[in-house]
């Protein structure tokens, strides 16, 4: 078989490459390209500069495109990032991939906790600290590092290959979807499917590919009480209290487990098929561990089934905070006079964000006549932004599987997030072709979080999966 | 009568000197004595210094007694204000009154929404506006105007006079209660009676004396889920959310109008009695002014008596809010891991505060039962203040009716205050004798809040109250 061969060959060939591999991921960590502080802002730039280079040096023509301008929350106007638009290769007998990945980071700094500086790696015990290592360079260096290889190993990559490179995804990916959306009809009339790396396999050894995302509604109560706010023991007793009247709105939305109380919510969510239940139960989920991990005294389901799609293919409903009390340490003793409590929904097949809307401000209405206060309120969506769930069986899903298949020696288990990525429905709509995600980080790599981490074997099997994907593809 | 003719000449002297009071004012208020501002410390300073040469100008002996330091949120430790003990008189066979003000205030600027500069005394339609000129440095002038035309006119002060003169009252008095205990068995112990300029008419045309304050116990309510704050995307439907438990807990503590449902605590209210009821029925006071001035679309309570009855005599409960959870604006997707619910209950006779403690929490903890949440529960009490009530009828406040009946022809309201002035109850104790509250500002004057101001007719007929209040004083 011509693909086992070629595979071997790569894959021999990245061994042997491991630590110029390690070099170029301490390279690309030590740019401090944090999109949300704009005095790295010049950083992000020379990222994406960096990353053009490479790219150009595997042979891609490559672009930065400006994305515009940002305003800050000090109202300071600055320049956005460009994005990173490349192509390699253009046969026009071949498919084209369209790879997505983003250059900045979230913040991080030594004194939050990191062990070692979080902008220099740090190899030890098999892992690669450093910020931006998994979350998302290690994974935008493991495609380089898969087409390299095919260069030197003198194979042929079987599909053209198109690269969007952001260096705003941190920060809300500002600017990008209509840069896009000016693209659609030429830069992505020709993808013929995409493959981003930017989610985590769901624990630390089996490797999975993920089908499905939540979408989520946010919404506010906001209750106004006086005209300002007043002290609690000269006016207490005289008012009714605005804060109060929030709280019991708030302590209406769910049951002890999370169950929802809005009326109509759960119809709209698409029954569990036997042969979905099952999907679950195969799955490579420790729920003690994940337990443990979060540090939770006890979990809101029993089974890993029932867990798993609570996280999944179930909406859940989370309180966030209320604007406008006194949140502050100690003891204040203040009648807020307005107060915006809030809340989102996570969004699963079919709940529709528009019916969504309905349910909840009908319930949240009722709410309040039942409540009877006196007090000015008005509920409403802060935004909405859709679930996303394809088929895995997608002859394109396929290629990843026997890829992991090929790599791994396993066949994957498929995952869904419980989280949006709304850069997917993006692809999916504006290339009408089918989107995978295609995780090669491990699941305690702690993304966003102190000490981010990626292993060196998730690095370099990362890139061996990479290039069996591509291979694969040429059955496409 | 010897004291109508004294009055007499006290008030035809300080008519004549209103501008001279005035320009008193305006040099106070111009002294930026704000210490909750560490950066005006020494304006602070400036300001005690100040009133201390004005007392010894008056004959008094004064001196500024060092407080020791305090601990700044930053760590950073600084000298307290110094407290002006001051003596005018030591006659054995006098009474002594103790004065007690305040000469810090609130900070204030310009770009709050005051009207004009808020250190510099702006007078306009019979208002004179500026920062501390009703709280509390325009009363404390009243004394000091007052006891000067005793002497211009050549008349005697039937009583020898202390002042307790701080500059930390808006920052919770750090250091006076210890300076006061150390003296109560010297300075203190001669004080026959005290009395207090430093709350407000009920209204803004009748004089009162105030003779009860509400106390207050602060609660703590503290809920743990995870080990650090997670993404309500990703971790949401597995997890118990703090947060939610905290929205119920504080939503089972009240009734829509306010009613306290903590088991057993009204029956430690004391009754209200035929005469106090009545009391209640003759205080001139307009609900529907007092609900227009918070800018309420309702009131609690719907007659005269009840609401002033609900807010200082019966115990109230507000809900202040949520530390640990989402309180910036906009939308953030958190799920909060320690959230702590806070909320206050005003304390009146016979609540006394171990009792309240012991109800609340055992309510509390009832109530964590009821919820059967596996998260980790923790209720506590964070501090607790006693109420305070003495005696109108006692002949001291006899004097200060009197005193009001001579100046303003109408006998005072008897009122109480919902808030706590706990320095009152340290007085009571310390000296074992009757203190009274008498204050001079109108119910108008925005303590606290922006274009605070007094009236130039308070200002000056507070004076004139003072000195009637001396003159009545022979008789004790």
């Not at 194979?155 to 995804?169: A, D, R, S, T």
């Not at 309905?358 to 909405?384: C, F, I, M």
């Not at 288990?413 to 692809?427: A, K, N, Q, V, W």
């Amino acid at each position: 078989m011509s693909i086992a061969r070629h595979y071997e060959a790569i894959s021999k060939a990245i061994d042997a490459n491991t630590k110029v591999y390690i070099d170029r991921l301490r390279e690309a960590v030590a740019i401090q390209s944090v999109s949300a502080e704009p005095e790295h802002r010049q950083d992000v730039v020379k990222m994406l500069e960096w990353a053009k280079k490479k790219l150009e040096s595997l042979g891609a023509t490559a672009e930065c495109v400006p994305l515009g301008t940002q305003k800050l929350p000090n109202g300071k106007i600055i320049k956005l990032p460009p994005a990173l638009f490349a192509n390699l290769g253009a046969d026009p007998n071949k498919k084209t991939l369209l790879v997505y990945g983003h250059l900045d980071v979230q913040p991080a700094k030594k004194e939050d906790g990191w062990h070692t500086e979080p902008f220099e790696l740090h190899e030890k015990n098999g892992k690669l600290y450093g910020r931006g290592s998994t979350d998302d360079k290690g994974p935008i260096l493991g495609w380089i590092n898969a087409i390299e290889t095919f260069q030197h190993c003198k194979i042929n990559i079987p599909v053209n290959i198109k690269f969007c490179l952001e260096g705003m995804e941190e920060s809300g990916s500002l600017g990008l979807e209509e840069a896009l959306r000016e693209r659609k009809d030429t830069w992505l009339a020709d993808v013929d499917f995409t493959c981003i790396s930017d989610n985590y396999w769901l624990g630390t050894k089996k490797p999975c590919i993920t089908y499905g995302l939540r979408g989520v509604s946010y919404f506010s109560i906001e209750v106004i009480g006086c005209k300002q706010d007043v002290h609690s023991g000269t006016f207490g007793g005289s008012v009714y209290e605005p804060l109060a009247d929030v709280m019991w709105m708030l302590s209406q939305l769910t049951d002890l487990d999370g169950t929802i109380r809005i009326d109509g919510l759960y119809d709209l969510v698409s029954k569990v098929t036997v042969e979905e239940r099952k999907l679950y139960e195969s799955i490579d989920f420790d729920e003690e561990e994940y337990r443990m991990t979060i540090g939770a005294k006890q979990l809101n389901r029993h089974s890993k089934s029932e867990l798993l799609m609570n996280m999944w293919r179930y909406p859940s409903l989370s309180i966030h905070g209320v604007e406008g009390a006194f949140d502050g340490q100690g003891a204040k003793t203040i009648i807020p006079a307005k107060c915006t409590g809030k809340f989102s929904i996570r969004l699963v097949p079919n709940m529709d964000g528009e019916t969504v809307e309905k349910l909840v401000l009908g319930y949240l209405d009722k709410l309040w006549e039942q409540r009877g206060s006196p007090n000015q309120y008005r509920a409403y969506q802060n935004h909405t932004g859709r679930y996303w769930l394809t088929d895995f069986k997608h002859p394109h899903y396929q290629c990843g599987a026997r890829a992991i298949k090929r790599v791994f020696g396993v066949d994957p288990d498929y995952t869904r997030e419980g989280c949006s990525i709304p850069i997917t429905l993006t692809f999916e709509e504006l290339t009408g072709n089918n989107v995978m995600l295609l995780p090669i980080g491990a699941g305690d790599d702690m993304a966003h979080s102190q000490n981010e981490k990626m292993n060196v074997r998730n690095y370099i099997m990362g890139a061996k999966l990479l290039a069996a994907y591509l291979l694969e593809l040429s059955s496409m």
